[in-house]
Every structure is written in C-alpha cells, then in structure tokens.
C-alpha cells in the first residue's frame, strides 16, 4: 500500500536520488550538480518542499514544489518535478501526487498549479492530456546560469 506525506529533513536523500533518476531519463545525468547536502540546507531554509510516495520504507515516488506568484492569477504552486521510479509508473501513484498537491495549494490558497514537460516525453503530456491540463505551445523557457 502506498502512502503519501509531506517530506521531511530525512527525505532528502531519497528525493535526490529520484532527481538523479529523472535525469538519467531525461538524458541529461550530467547536468545534476546538487548535493543531498544542498538539498537538506535548502529544504531547511524553505526554497522547496515536496510530497513523498512511500512502499514500505522506500520513497517511490514525489512532487517537488514551491511558492511562486503569477501577476495575473495571484499565489501559485510551481511543481519543480514530478517523479515515480520506473519499477512503479502506471499504478496511479504520479496521480495521487498531483491530487495531493493539488489538496496542498488550495490549503494555501493557491489559484493556479503549473510545471513544465520536455516535448519529446510522450507518456508525460500523454497522461498530462488525460488530466485536462492546458499545455502552453507559445511560450519559451530563459534560464541563465550564475
């Protein structure tokens, strides 16, 4: 049975472990320069916080957010990642984690959740597609690194 909490200090392991996965699938392992160490100091200084999945005594799963502001909509959840190990995927448990970020946002008064899929992962906007979720075409990613 799965079971589903807000993250906690001893968590971040496991949770860097599943970025690193997602990485790996997203071809792009080399790109990871956090630590769990990073993750720990960051989660204690509230830059991130996450729901876990958990099979016993396994994270198997997660939703990494945090608090954002859009200028037209107002308080927002910006989901960082959303991850299943892939020994786990199509049980319903990425599902649960949007469901449960979903009860999370609107507990803070949240009016908008929104995150970002690669174009070419097909099972992601294949499953995003299901949910009814507006994918936004017209719009590119700016990053610059410091």
């Not at 005594?57 to 945090?66: D, F, N, P």
């Not at 448990?93 to 949240?110: D, T």
Request: aromatic share 14%.
């Amino acid at each position: 049975m799965i079971e589903y909490k807000k993250a906690t200090i001893e968590d971040m392991e496991a949770i860097h472990s599943l970025v690193k996965e997602l990485a790996v699938y997203e071809k792009a392992a080399f790109e990871v320069d956090t630590t769990v160490q990073n993750y720990e100091v960051d989660f204690k200084d509230n830059w991130f916080d996450a729901i876990v999945a958990i099979d016993g005594e396994s994270i198997v799963g997660l939703a990494l957010y945090y608090k954002s502001y859009s200028t037209w909509k107002g308080r927002m959840i910006y989901l960082e990642d959303l991850i299943v190990t892939q020994s786990y995927r199509r049980q319903g448990i990425g599902l649960e984690l949007l469901r449960q970020l979903e009860i999370e946002a609107k507990s803070m008064n949240a009016k908008l959740m929104k995150w970002q899929v690669l174009d070419w992962n097909t099972p992601a906007i294949d499953f995003y597609n299901t949910l009814g979720v507006k994918i936004e075409k017209e719009w590119y990613n700016c990053k610059k690194m410091l």
